[in-house]
Nanobody, 112 residues
Framework: QVQLVESGGGSVQAGGSLRLSCSAS????????LSWYRQAPGKEREFVSG???????SYADSVKGRFTISRDASQNTVYLQMNDLKPEDTAMYYC??????WGQGTQVTVSS
């Protein structure tokens, strides 16, 4: 199994930036393809960005050019740098492992 802990959420004004972190521990194979999802109130959880098992990166169209995913050399921590935040980015952000484990989430609130 793998354990995921997100951090870095907060409240910012539109145009601001935040960097989210997801620290993974446990079964190493589950740590290779970590992804970020988000869920706004009343909406379904949606993919934001992630690494696949081969290391390729993908982004949702809504965040391309504004968000950047990266990870440290140990591949134990994945970051999501979020720039030019918009009110529609307001959501609970979750980290998901390649084995399907979810973290507890971190709240991002963007005010106009």
């Amino acid at each position: 199994q793998v354990q995921l802990v997100e951090s870095g959420g907060g409240s910012v004004q539109a145009g601001g930036s935040l960097r989210l972190s997801c620290s993974a521990s446990g079964f190493i194979d589950c740590r290779y393809s970590l992804s970020w999802y988000r869920q706004a109130p009343g909406k379904e959880r949606e993919f934001v960005s992630g690494f696949n098992h081969g290391g390729s990166i993908s982004y949702a169209d809504s965040v391309k050019g504004r968000f950047t995913i990266s990870r440290d050399a140990s591949q134990n921590t994945v970051y999501l740098q979020m720039n030019d935040l918009k009110p529609e980015d307001t959501a609970m952000y979750y980290c998901k492992s390649g084995c399907g484990t979810w973290g507890q989430g971190t709240q991002v609130t963007v005010s106009s």
